[in-house]
């Protein structure tokens, strides 16, 4: 029994984060969590038929640029990152981590070659729809971490939070739309699979979530603040 009560205690400590010892194995899952949701990101590039709206412009600066994709996705998300903390939205570790494993990731799937581009759309889709569903089951370990969600999530609440007659839906549509353009301007991929992320990822990470029975709105994401102060105090 008690070493029953011990394990819940474990437990309860890692979903909570109230320790320094709970927020580092929650780092570490993070990490985890998010590099292999690059590889998803990475499946969806390769699928070749479209990059997602956001990759279309971490796509479009690396071309522009002469950088690596990597490069270009952690400059956007410092950049978005920035905006979250203007707009005063509540600010995590795991969202710093987000901001430099993820695109990193890719780069790394890319130094492989680990998937070679498909050549037509009856590979490509497949190869998309798994890569959405990687990136789906892939951030409900990331959120269960419970230290912030990512900055372009956090972004689309704080924008919403200020546009209250404005459904969420349409501020969504709206900032993939400018990823998408400005990303398209600068040579990003846009194709069909373009309109498979940017319509379907909603669905496939509600499909997802439901085969875990997971509710993202019940996470209490424990701010940068908190953190470092439990951390410290340890």
Known sequence: MNHRREIARILMN??????????????????VSLFVNGFGIYLTIQANIGAGPWDVLNLGLSKTLGILYGTASIAVSLGILLID????????????????????????????????????????????????????????????????CGPRDTLLVGLAKRARRVPIGLISIALLSTATLIGWLLGGPVGVGTLICAFGSGPVMQLAFATVHFDATGIRHQRLTESVRIVLAR
């Open 14 to 31: 890692l979903r909570r984060n109230s320790t320094s010892g709970a927020i580092l194995v929650n780092m570490l899952i993070a990490a």
């Open 85 to 148: 903390i203007a707009l005063g939205e509540p600010i995590g570790i795991a969202m710093f981590i987000d901001a430099v494993v993820v695109g990193k990731s890719v780069d790394f799937f890319n130094w492989l070659g680990a998937v070679p581009p498909c050549r037509s759309l009856w590979t490509g889709i497949p190869m998309m729809i798994v890569g959405l569903f990687i990136l789906a089951y892939t951030q409900f370990t990331y959120m269960i971490a419970s230290l912030g």
